[in-house]
């Protein structure tokens, strides 16, 4: 037998002092969209979309077939940057200027290239800092050609490896992504008001009035299933997988358990929103910010609620309109003899997990009910 | 930003009151069968016919692939009306002459319509009464034509919104549903022979003999999976996936705790028989009745049962057989200290879950082995 | 109703004394693999060879498409032939010259022979002997023609049903299996080295050195979803998913629970080490022998580790070479009191549970990077 004369352990991801300003990762991986991959989050999501349920649907509206959703767009494109990122991070602070582009469809292979911004040091914590990246995924189009999927910039803080390591300055700026909404065209001809029965009534442009909050009524549950459900998406980040590392020691971990991954209640959100404000959506424009408020645990049960900001027009399409609204996650944790606040019951607490500001292109009544 | 000046909450489903004999649902959503979902559900469920595991089997005896097995079929369609009929009940009452259609495959997008029959009060409970329902689920084939898949009806203990509203009287007759199992024809020249150690050798026609009761040989624990499972279906009542709305006043809900999707019990009874039951037959034809008769819960192992009530020749079809069964599903349950009882070992008690009636079209070993 | 006269159990599975050296077993079911399940392992395995992610990489190299990974085609080729083999066995003793063939992709359908080549009573467990078999998995190809994919060997300790009786003597010799792994020719015109960001840096055949050994950085704690994944692999052995039969005499089971059917920890540490040993190889050419040490159990953290052993050219082909290296698995329980040893922290014990020597078709780096 060889004898071994040499342990190995690679380090995997990226530290504070790594970074550098201009700096390009091209992520390794890629990912292809699979029909298992699609069924297990758009539908664990609750989503309740006729555009990600209904291949007959979403055909007549003129796309390819079963669209992706855009918490599962996200949740694939971001997982490709978490090695290169933030395996080494203690939290994601904000997603800012999130916009989407192309439509995904099963059998669509996502590939991943980040830029960084600039490296901030924590103002309190010195082994932390502030790593600002400018993220994009494209989907190749038959042999040659590729198409933007979505765009983002976020904020992560991330450890160092050495406490006194310099971090290098600078500041590079994001790159111009042109990355639109790809919408399918209005069809004057086409039976849409024969298919309205599929998604909600009351959901449509017409319906949403500035100043209404909607305190979407269906709850999710957690359970361990978020670690298979993070694997699955390449997210090679520990903290949501390695009971052992936190058992070593628990303090050094946010709650002192496996912590969810903030895709998760990013995506449950959106989808336990979705009767109420995604079903007559043809697409997300755009997320200019969002973050997590507080951090999700197996056993927590998920709630969402959406405010609407404000409706305009969509320029150029009569038969759209645009939703701002934010969209708000919460779960109740125990306060036993606390003095009950808010609408949470005696007993409880209402906690605040995940925000995010959110453009919609809805489709008006008068176009297609 | 912004100021809220309303908050809303929408109803979701429809409550005793609601409903109105001959009144028609049109359910939202419609569910386009994935091969994620083939294989979740086909799979969990351990189902052993080769026609939904092994593709070239399935094409060698006439379907277009794997075939979606019944108890999927019956998990995608009743899920579509859960929204508008259940998700306001307290249980579900019984399964009527639930009758198999047009095959289902991968690929196949499947929409379903319910009709109220009639709403009778509780007699004992003031704010529950039931609802008679019949249901049809068709599949699209290419952009125009569709075929009926499934029809069923049943009976549903809905609560009362308001106690002391009236309920609409009256009676609708159920509709005539033109459904009867398709079958591939019967090919002298096929290699059925070639294929038949892919199946049970002892699961023919010829093999069944009224009077004989099979326990099944495999047990199935249910871990909490079931929330992840009810929720990929589409299936939205809250009693199955809301812990903190059990919390809130345990002693409303069943058991206390989440209790589990029936369909999941149902599917997996199915699977359970399938190397003893199911492995030879073409498709099931109809379940005439059927019924829960005790909740399960995560952490439960399932078992089941078939009892062979009667064997006859299958009209037109020489190559098979019709065999009536009734599937009977159950648990064990703690019981120290009482005294043992029927098969259950000391210490447990045997609690029936599920029984169903149903009819199956058998392949004869003459014409097939 | 149909009085019941009769009780019908069937037997599953074979005992000890139903062996006979030179019978062969033509497996029920085969299976054919969906995207589903490609999703459900590929990616649960945190496998990262670009090959079985990223479908255009996939196609640029010369595959049909995404590649099921050497650990899933073994997960379903194996369960194939569980009911027929080890469904009477306590547990699995050693896998012997697994050799890998024909690739395989989604849509193709595995079918399993296998033969069985001896019998011997256990030297200490009355009720208990070693069945040595020999198994191989073809798919088919078009409607007539089919493919070697792998060909194993493994010793599987089985019980008795009686334990008096005699065993059948004798020795069948293997058969000579075509079975070589398939690799794509090597096109001095593709554009590899445009493709090679999406692969590890410092995994190519270069990179190894004999006397390395490798720990691999990331951990994974399973969790009750084992039951799921041995399920949808149609492993109908018990000792996996049915608590109550473990309830019953828990002293008769290893650790008194539910135990993971070794395929997930086999697929898993393959995943674990994927991104430092597996990212840059063409295929795995076999294992020639294999063994797993200690159980797993829900709740426990899988890592793994990698040993170098030699490294030598594959003949015909310059821009490959032979790693031979082996894989092992290991786990952390708690030793409270006992001394430190090892690696392992402060009371915790090492415990491998896994081992795997392994032969891989690397590339180098002078031709793909």
């Known amino acids: 037998m060889t004898e071994i004369t040499r342990i190995l352990r690679k380090q995997t991801g990226n530290f504070l002092e790594d970074f550098r300003p201009g700096q390009v990762f091209r992520h390794k991986g890629g990912k292809t969209v699979t029909e298992g991959l699609f069924s297990t989050f758009t539908e664990f999501a ?173 709850g999710r549950t957690m359970t361990s299933e978020h670690i298979h459900l993070t694997a699955v998406l390449d997210n090679t980040s520990q903290v949501h997988c390695n009971q052992f590392m936190i058992d070593q020691d628990p303090k050094r971990y946010v709650g002192g358990q496996l912590i969810i991954f903030g895709g998760i209640p990013f995506t449950l959100c959106l989808g336990l929103s979705s009767p109420d404000v995604g079903d007559n959506a043809l697409g997300d424009i755009c997320y200019p910010t969002g973050r997590h408020t507080a951090p999700l645990f197996a056993g927590d049960t998920v709630f969402a609620a959406t405010e609407i900001r404000a409706v305009r027009d969509y320029p150029g399409r009569p038969d759209l309109g645009v939703l701002e609204a934010v969209l708000y996650g919460h779960k109740f944790t125990r306060a036993e003899g606390e003095p009950a606040a808010g609408d949470a019951p005696a007993g409880w607490k209402k906690v605040q997990i995940f925000e995010l500001e959110r453009h919609l292109a809805m489709k008006r009544r008068s176009h297609y009910a």
């Open 46 to 218: 609750m989503t309740a979309n006729p555009l990600a349920k209904n291949a007959r649907y979403a055909r007549a509206y003129g796309f390819e077939g079963l669209l992706v959703p855009p918490g599962l767009a996200m949740l694939i494109a971001f997982s490709q940057t978490v090695e290169d990122v933030s395996e080494n991070a203690r939290t994601n602070r904000e997603y800012v200027d999130m916009r989407f582009g192309a439509p995904v469809y099963v059998g669509d292979t996502i590939e991943v290239e980040t830029k960084v911004l600039n490296i901030t040091p924590h103002r309190k914590v010195p082994n932390l800092g502030i790593v600002h990246v400018q993220s994009t995924a494209r989907k190749n189009i038959g042999a040659r050609d590729e198409a933007v999927v979505m765009t983002w910039q976020r904020k992560v803080d991330v450890f160092k490896r050495d406490p006194d390591a310099d971090l290098h300055s600078g500041e590079a700026a994001p790159d111009e992504v042109d990355c639109e909404l790809w919408l399918p065209r209005y069809d004057p001809s086409a039976d849409y008001k024969g298919m309205a029965h599929l998604s909600s009534p009351d959901s449509y442009f017409e319906d949403f009035e500035p100043g209404t909050r909607i305190e979407h009524s269906r």
